[in-house]
């Protein structure tokens, strides 16, 4: 080649100068474990199914969230969604409206119909679960994805368990229920209704079953004895909601005492209200002390209903109920007063919460109690060798998603013994915690509120209350979610890079280090917005 | 028009890219085609500000001139790290002549083309961009460069300012700010570092020529360094673009700082971010999170004398004054319009 003046070399590349040894430190990327999905007692994957959601792709949105939890509709009224409290944002200005986004995918899948896939192959073993409350109705969906044989044997009239003979229709529209109720036994799954099983066992031998998941809930209220006959009658929470749910009418008259300081409680009393009646309740403690939660206490006095605090029913009288007045010390112990009044009221409602009818169990051996409830081990199975339980009759909190959760991991528990194995949860990822992210980054974006029905109508109706998003305001709150702890292919590793030595593999397929090149600057680490990318120091 | 930011799309435009946008509204740099001007295997620091630069601006320029373009170089880092004999960094057409005569090389080349256009030789709109260092701009390149703007030459000059001269061992130069140690600076006495009321901000003699654009930008921020490369080259005549670039060797920051120290540049006031046109200041970036200067000061080590047992609070609130200045001359607070 013709050179010119003192040139001897052609032209090369710095291609051939591999700055990667320079590195002390490398960066790799990670997923960490964002802290809402930490915190969802159904175990879903949040941060995955917003990640869908955000770019519109609402079906796809769907599909994952339900390859946890099949009830989304439900979810997105009834779930207490303590993700939201653990949600970054809420650190940055307020928290994804987790909730509302959920409930927006579970009616547009009733909307637009989406069904669930039938299992590719069947395994040939049969399952029988008891109860087709959450907890029964989730194991039978994760039993059949897994391919199982499901019957599900319920002693009511219909499927839903507490979700439609607990919680009452004004938060949860019995259309949502059932149709989130149908998808799954659209899935093959065999329901049989207005049996109640009485010895597990026998029908396990009369069925060929080959395994068994007990979901049977809490359904005795529980009683304290304040009536000796006279007066006022007395009833109990639980028997109020599921017969005016069967459409029964109760003599309850026009002025109504309900005793506790649950949820329970109040929907007893928002119920009523909207029959006409005037419920007062009545609680030992104060009234930042009643167990309910904050927001429907703060719904039942918008309606009219009353409370009356640090009060306990001393018994019943002719015209109606004594109470006496309770004092609280500043440590909150409490202190009978001696001060009684009476309260002219036409019937007392008792919920002090449930107990857990264990008929079916009865003779069955090595089954454990624990305070009335089953005991279970750690993969959701009773003292009896295949025979599972979970919701309510369990040992834990009382409430819809931890009953779905103990059926999605009954169900994979089941299966694994199914095959002779024991099923191994793969390993959780590091939190994600807030000091991980550069909040630099995300724009700053106020929480969209969800609408609420007028008071006129929550008074005289049993309408919904609290509405949904519609679309715009979805896929705003979609995108505020922060990804945390997971790529969501911003390409700012890809651009900060002063060494182009991040390679992009395109969409939906994240990046990669070119470690030839790599200095380990850790830029890439710093700018990160999620902390998707750790530093690791190197083997030298 | 300024850039505009895009709200709400989860990063909006502060990211790279965004999957959220349409494509024709992402970034140069989130493209998986991107030229990558200058490419893996330079030997620039870790972490170097420059070479990200310089890959912001070169590639955007590629970009909107349709891969029409010849770079010159002055003496500094940037040549140096990226064109050891044999081998270069660059994937565009290159030149490196000396220290101090960048805009004049740039100059010929532009008139050459022109030359070759006029005698038809070739059809093709190349356009000409010289890029050097503070120490090669705002020192001794200072004459070419006024010559270019003031003939109003078709080219655009970019300035990578790392606040010294870095290549040959961090010496102070006419762009490095008040109170920062450097090689050459006094190391001990009553006020160490760079002395104030010395020195010279070239984005504001630029204007002076009322050459057709001006801008400064940050690496911090790429969309808006990107839009002003690509609206540079939407004008003829002489243009300038000066880029503040973090140096974590001359600045003794970690190398994984350089943006965080662009940004904390940016968003205490003391670097300001603007554009003009023909003298005229026409836009400019405003402040999303006023912060005090100390934490712009404070991670690096050539201020570090600020920050010792006693600290030096005069100093410092002589460096808030200037932040304030800036603030208030190129009206840099104002909430709503970001
Ligand atoms: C009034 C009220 C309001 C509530 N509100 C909320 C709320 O807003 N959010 C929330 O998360 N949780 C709420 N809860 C709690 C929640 O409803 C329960 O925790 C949840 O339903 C428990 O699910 P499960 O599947 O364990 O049992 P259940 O839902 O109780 O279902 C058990 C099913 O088993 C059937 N069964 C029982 N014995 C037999 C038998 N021997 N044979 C066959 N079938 C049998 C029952 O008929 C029932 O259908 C509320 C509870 C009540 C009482
Ligand atoms: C005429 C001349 N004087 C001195 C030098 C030595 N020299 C090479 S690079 C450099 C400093 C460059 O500083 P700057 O332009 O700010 O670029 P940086 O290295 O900081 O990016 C000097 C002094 C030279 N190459 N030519
Ligand atoms: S910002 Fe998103 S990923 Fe992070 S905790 Fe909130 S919902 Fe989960
Ligand atoms: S920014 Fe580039 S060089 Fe630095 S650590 Fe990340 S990949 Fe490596
Ligand atoms: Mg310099």
């Known amino acids: ?540 | 028009m300024s850039f505009q930011p895009v709200k709400f799309y989860q990063t909006g435009t502060f990211t790279v890219g965004n999957r959220l946008l349409e494509p024709d509204q992402r970034s140069v740099q989130a493209n998986m085609e991107r030229t990558n001007s200058l490419n893996s295997g330079h030997r620039a620091c870790q972490g170097c500000g420059e070479a990200l630069g310089a890959r912001y601006a070169i590639d955007a320029a590629m970009h909107a001139t349709n891969n029409q373009l010849i770079a010159a170089n002055a003496t500094g880092c940037l040549e140096v790290f990226s064109t050891p004999y044999p081998e270069t960094s660059w994937q565009v057409p290159w030149i490196h002549s000396l220290f101090g005569n960048a805009a004049a090389v740039a100059t010929g080349i532009a008139a050459a083309i022109k030359v070759k256009r006029l005698k038809g030789e070739t059809k093709e709109d190349v356009r000409v961009v010289a890029q050097g260092g503070d120490g090669g701009t705002t020192d001794i390149g200072f004459g070419c460069l006024s010559g270019m703007f003031e003939r109003n030459d078709d080219v655009l000059y970019i300035c990578y300012d790392n606040g010294g001269y870095m290549n040959t061992g961090v010496q102070r130069s006419s762009a490095t700010p008040p109170a920062a140690r450097t090689a050459t600076t006094m190391p001990v006495g009553a006020e160490p570092g760079n002395p104030f009321g010395q020195g010279k901000f070239v984005p504001s003699i630029a204007m002076a020529h009322e050459i057709p654009y001006v801008a400064t930008a940050t690496v911090a921020d790429l969309r808006d360094l990107e839009h002003k490369v690509k609206k540079a080259m939407t004008f003829r005549g002489a243009r300038y673009i000066h880029i503040l670039v973090p140096c974590p060797l001359g600045w003794g920051s970690p190398s994984g700082d350089t943006i965080k120290l662009s940004r904390l540049a940016k968003e205490t006031g003391l670097f300001p971010v603007f554009e003009a046109q023909y003298g005229e200041i026409t836009g400019s970036a405003k402040i999303r999170e006023p912060l005090p200067v100390e934490e712009y000061l404070r991670p690096q080590k050539r201020y570090a004398h600020l920050f010792g047992k006693k600290p030096a609070y005069e100093t410092i609130v002589r460096l808030q004054a200037l932040a304030d200045r800036n603030i208030r001359r190129y009206s840099l607070l104002d909430k709503e319009a970001n």
């Open chain 1, 1 to 540: 080649m013709n050179k010119p003046f003192a040139i001897t070399l052609d032209p090369g590349s710095s291609l051939a100068n591999h700055t990667g040894s320079w590195r002390t430190e490398r960066p790799v990327y990670v997923d960490r474990l964002p802290p809402c999905n930490n915190q969802c007692p159904a175990g879903e994957d949040i941060q995955g199914w917003l990640f869908h959601a955000e770019s519109g792709n609402y079906e796809a949105a769907w599909r994952h969230l339900t390859t946890h939890n099949p009830f989304p509709a439900i979810m997105g009224r009834v779930c207490y969604h303590t993700c939201e409290g653990a949600c970054n944002r809420g650190k940055l200005d307020a928290a994804v409206g987790i909730n509302s986004v959920e409930r927006f995918l579970g009616d547009e899948a009733i909307k637009q119909k989406w069904q669930f896939d039938r299992p590719a192959a069947e395994s040939g073993k049969h399952v029988l679960v008891i109860g087709a409350g959450p907890s029964g109705m989730s194991a039978a969906y994760h039993l059949r994805r897994l391919g199982h044989q499901v019957t599900v044997v319920e002693a009511g009239p219909l499927v839903g368990g507490m979700m439609r003979y607990g919680i009452p229709k004004y938060r949860l529209p019995r259309e949502v229920l059932d149709a989130e109720m149908q998808r799954i036994v659209n899935m093959g799954v065999r329901v049989v209704l207005d049996t109640k099983i009485e010895n597990v066992l026998d029908t396990m031998k009369e069925g060929s079953y080959d395994a068994a998941f007990l979901a049977v809930g809490a359904h005795i209220g529980k009683r304290t004895a304040i009536s000796d006959g006279e007066g006022p009658r007395v009833f109990d929470a639980i028997s109020v909601l599921r017969g005016l749910e069967n459409g029964e009418k109760i003599p309850l008259g026009r002025r109504i005492a309900v005793y506790g300081g649950g949820n329970t409680a109040i929907d007893v009393a928002r119920t009523v209200r909207r029959l006409g009646a005037e419920p007062i309740i009545i609680y030992r403690r104060t009234q930042d002390k009643m167990p309910a939660h904050a927001f429907e206490i703060e719904e039942a006095l918008q309606e009219g209903v009353t409370i009356k605090c640090l009060s306990t029913i001393k018994q019943t009288d002719p015209k109606g109920i004594v109470i006496e007045k309770v004092q609280a010390d500043s440590r909150g112990s409490l202190h009978p007063t001696g001060e009684y009044e009476t309260l002219e009221v036409d019937s007392v409602v008792l919920a002090l919460g449930q107990n857990v009818d264990l008929g079916a169990l009865k003779g069955v051996p090595d089954i454990e109690l624990n305070d009335g409830v089953v005991k279970v081990d750690a993969n959701m199975m009773t003292g009896h060798a295949g025979l599972f339980a979970g919701g309510d009759m369990v040992p834990t909190d009382r409430n819809v998603t931890v009953a779905v959760g103990h059926g999605k991991k009954a169900a994979r528990n089941i299966d694994a013994w199914l095959r002779g194995t024991t099923y191994a949860a793969p390993e959780k990822h590091q939190i994600a915690t807030f000091e991980r992210l550069n909040t630099w980054y995300y724009s700053d974006a106020p929480k969209t509120v969800r609408p609420m029905l007028d008071v006129i109508r929550r008074q005289s109706t049993f309408d919904e209350v609290q509405g949904g998003l519609d679309e715009t305001n979805a896929l705003f709150e979609a995108r505020r979610c922060l990804s945390c702890g997971n790529c969501f292919e911003c390409d700012n590793c890809y651009g900060v890079c002063p060494d182009n030595a991040v390679i992009k593999l395109g969409p939906g397929k994240r990046f990669q280090f070119n470690y030839d090149y790599c200095k380990g600057c850790g830029l890439c680490v710093a700018e990160c917005p999620c902390g998707a990318i750790n530093m690791v120091p190197e083997n030298i």
